[in-house]
């Protein structure tokens, strides 16, 4: 298998620009211009401004919020409030359609959303950005996988400051899951995780650890234009995600790969497990239907159901079963016969979101040291949440839970993370 190393901060360098020319694949170096655009004010107020020759409107979408611009010449300016630390993301809308800032050099991408980016400093984006500590590595690798008929899929590993030179050290490790429509760059990437485990490492705020950043999405093999074999656009819909087939193989693929190449500490004291949204539902049952395996459990907005039980599959293989009789009899016409396709095999796959009661007696006889769950009140997902608290409520289950403002969003997850770091 391949294991490329590489300096996240080279890796996020190349990844700006040539997300700016929407490739995903580019080296650079790491000493890439600075972003110039926007430019950040004392009073943490942010002023953009743009040339633009032909423009007759200009729309600043910033943070998903839209803003017009005002307009003398070509020039096009807008003067924000002040602004709460944080990482902002932002682009432009030219007589309607989506530009990114050319005087900006600094892109990520949300799902298939490519967008800007800056920083309000002074408190929680503190974390967030590139300082002058000592820096870890990713590794971007190929481990062996039979998932959805693969041979292979790839994974984001973050090895600390000093692995290189510690040849005799172990690690804990962090299994740390993205949500639907993201893949093994997105924690890397937008949730700025290698930032922030080198910053608080830096403060001593946590212990060094290896961190691996898988693909959840069970279609893709890796992260768009990163693939030799496969060339799909991500999508929001990971529904064949929430099937329990990445779950059952996550131990087998994932863990047992990190615990062959990675020197880590192969026990439930220093093994942990996080994610987001899906990447949480992957959480909450990989640890549920493990519980012998991790001791720190994060569920970040998490999806805490897969909403497909076993009747409403059946329902779905029907319909796409009535689907693809018409597609053969088209392929007929055409003197050809269409593949069946079936979700036939996939069914027997969800026992591992059943009899959660159970696995949950099972999994809290020797609890998890830290079960720690943190959503937004405007989440969408709240009242899941909500449920799935009354339930571990029910049975006197201990864990800790954080509310906080906002919705389904990085700016939340990034802090849950920082948050959850701590506590570990």
């Not at 003067?79 to 989506?98: I, R, V, W």
């Not at 893949?183 to 060094?208: F, H, V």
């Not at 994610?275 to 949480?280: D, F, K, N, P, R």
Request: glycine letters at 6%; a positive charge.
């Amino acid at each position: 298998m391949k294991q490329a190393k590489t300096d996240w901060r080279a890796f996020r360098s190349a990844w700006g620009y040539a997300s700016k020319l929407l490739v995903a694949v580019a080296l650079l170096c790491p000493c890439a211009a600075q972003a110039q655009q926007p430019v950040v004010n004392a009073n943490h107020s942010a002023t953009f401004t743009l040339k633009a020759p032909g423009a007759k409107k200009m729309v600043l979408v910033l943070a998903n919020k839209k803003y017009k611009m005002e307009r003398q010449g070509d020039t096009f300016t807008c003067h924000t409030d002040s602004l709460a630390s944080e990482m902002y993301t932002y682009y432009y809308l030219k007589n309607g359609k989506q530009m990114l800032d050319p005087e900006n050099s600094r892109v990520t991408r949300d799902i298939d959303v490519m967008m800007n980016y800056f920083f309000v400093e002074g408190d929680v984006a503190d974390y967030y950005v590139d300082k002058d500590v000592p820096h870890g590595r990713i590794d971007k690798v190929w481990y062996p996988s039979t998932l959805n008929g693969m041979s292979q899929r790839r994974m984001f590993v973050y090895t600390p400051p000093g692995y290189d030179t510690a040849a005799a050290e172990t690690y804990p490790v962090l299994y740390l899951l993205h949500g639907s429509g993201g893949d093994e760059t997105s924690w890397a990437d937008y949730g700025r995780a290698c930032q922030i485990l080198d910053n608080m490492t830096a403060q001593g705020s946590i212990k060094p650890m290896i961190v691996v950043m898988p693909n959840g999405n069970v279609e893709l093999d890796a992260a768009p234009g990163e693939s030799p074999y496969m060339n799909k656009k991500p999508t929001g819909n990971n529904i064949s995600s929430w099937l329990g087939k990445y779950e059952k193989l996550f131990v087998r693929e994932i863990v047992r790969y990190t615990e062959k190449h990675y020197r880590v500490k192969a026990d439930k004291q220093h093994r942990a497990i996080a994610g987001l949204s899906m990447g949480g539902l992957h959480t909450l049952f990989i640890a549920l239907n493990n519980p012998d395996l991790f001791d720190c459990v994060g569920l970040f907005s998490a999806q805490t159901t897969n909403m497909l039980n076993e009747n409403n599959i059946i329902k779905m293989e029907r319909v796409n079963h009535n689907m693809q009789r018409l597609r053969n009899v088209l392929a007929i016409v055409r003197d050809k016969m269409a593949r069946p396709a079936s979700l036939s095999g996939r069914i027997t796959d969800i026992d591992i979101y059943s009899h959660m009661e159970e696995k949950l007696q099972r999994q809290f006889e020797h609890a998890p040291r830290l079960y720690y769950m943190a959503i937004g009140r405007d989440d969408f997902l709240y009242d899941m949440n909500k449920k799935y608290r009354a339930l571990l409520d029910s049975h006197g289950y201990r864990y800790t839970y954080v509310e906080t403002d906002g919705d389904h969003s990085w700016e939340n997850w990034r802090k849950y993370l920082v948050d959850f770091l701590k506590r570990m």
